[in-house]
């Protein structure tokens, strides 16, 4: 039997209730943790770190749903927890720019995972990204990778769309030169 | 999608470890019910804590008011010290009775065969102070004196007044 399909306001008020907290958890955590889980990840690389704050942003949902006023989506809260904790994270630690090996599978066959042959130009890309400053890499991310509208950066974010524009306008010149160099 | 982008697409070249999605769900619901176990707890204890300290500050506040200090100070006036002087200790309070023989200048009043001092207005002589200088001199054997005399003669710091050449002449 197939499982209803439920919408973002019903997830909350499942998790805003007590008796259906848990229930409403892991729907929210079914319907995004990839889509989060590969927006840290891009950030902070190393997948240890992206868990260890993917699980910290469910934390914070799980423990302060209440608080949510759905005066923006349910997703674009969860980006912006994500992104807050990533940045945290980042800013204890400098050394997540530098260049991460990338290791072998463990087994292969994930999804968006890249075969070896096609590797080379994706690990420049991401080498791109990551030398981009701070704000540019994040518009970069949410824009090109996660297809998010510029009002929905700009709450994620908290920046005008204008100035978001500017932002990944430059990110893509950035790489472009980074990828014409190397 | 950007078109300049277009053959790289949207891979990634980051591996995530088998069955990472499958359970990750369960983990962090296990960490998130552990999380709010601790925070409650927490919270508890410090509802308690501020409920002792208020409690406490009551208690103390009452028995300060039940009790009030014998002396009050106000705030920023430096009390002077009292400083116990050699007269305060050997003189005789007020209202003390002495035997007669040891009474010293002050205010007296009899009282029977002794005297009660009212209140000493100045400092009372003690009977060590009040020996003179000739009894004193009594005491001291006649060697001793002229010694210091011969120390006092010798000693190349003692001025010479008139009246010291006087007393040589004399």
């Known amino acids: ?53 993917l699980q910290e942003t469910f934390i914070n949902v799980y423990r302060f749903a209440g608080s949510f006023k759905g005066e923006s989506k349910l997703s674009t809260w969860l980006y912006r927890i994500a992104t807050n904790e990533s940045i945290r994270w980042l800013k204890k630690q400098k050394s997540a720019r530098e260049e991460v090996k990338v290791a072998k599978p463990v087994n292969g066959g994930q999804e968006g995972y890249v075969p070896v042959e096609e590797e080379e130009i994706v690990r420049k890309f991401q080498q791109a990204i990551r030398q981009l400053p701070e704000k540019q890499r994040l518009v970069f991310n949410l824009r090109y990778y996660d297809e998010l509208s ?9 920046s005008p769309v204008n100035a978001l524009k500017t932002n990944y306008h430059y990110a893509k010149e950035k790489i472009r030169e980074f990828l014409l160099k190397n | 999608m950007e078109k300049e982008f277009k053959e790289i697409g949207k891979k990634m070249p980051y591996p995530v470890p088998e069955d990472f999605f499958e359970n990750i769900t369960e983990a962090t619901l296990e960490k998130a019910r552990l999380r709010e176990r601790s925070s409650g707890k927490r919270r508890l204890l410090v509802q308690w804590l501020a409920a002792a300290a ?94 210091w005399g011969a120390l006092l003669n010798n ?8 009246d010291n050449a006087q007393h040589e002449n004399d």
């Open chain 1, 1 to 53: 039997m197939p499982m209803p399909e439920y919408h973002d306001d019903q997830i909350i008020a499942l998790l805003k209730d007590p008796v259906s907290k848990e229930k409403g958890f892991r729907l929210l955590m079914d319907r995004y943790k990839e889509r989060i889980y590969w927006h840290i990840r891009r950030l902070v690389v190393a997948h240890e770190e992206a868990e260890d704050i």
């Open chain 2, 155 to 162: 000693d190349p710091f003692f001025e010479e007044t008139e």
């Open chain 1, 150 to 158: 510029y009002e929905e950066i700009g709450q994620i974010l908290n």
């Open chain 2, 54 to 147: 208020l409690l406490t500050g009551v208690v103390f506040t009452g028995i300060r008011m039940l009790n009030p200090p014998v002396k009050e100070f106000s705030a920023g006036r430096v009390e002077p010290l009292e400083i116990a002087t050699r007269e305060a200790i050997v003189a005789p309070q007020p209202g003390t009775v002495v035997p007669e023989e040891t009474i010293s200048p002050g205010k007296i009043t009899n009282s029977g065969g002794n005297s009660v001092i009212e209140s000493p207005d100045t400092p009372v002589a003690t009977e060590e102070n009040s020996e003179s200088l000739e009894d004193l001199l009594a005491s001291i054997p006649d060697e001793t004196l002229k010694e």
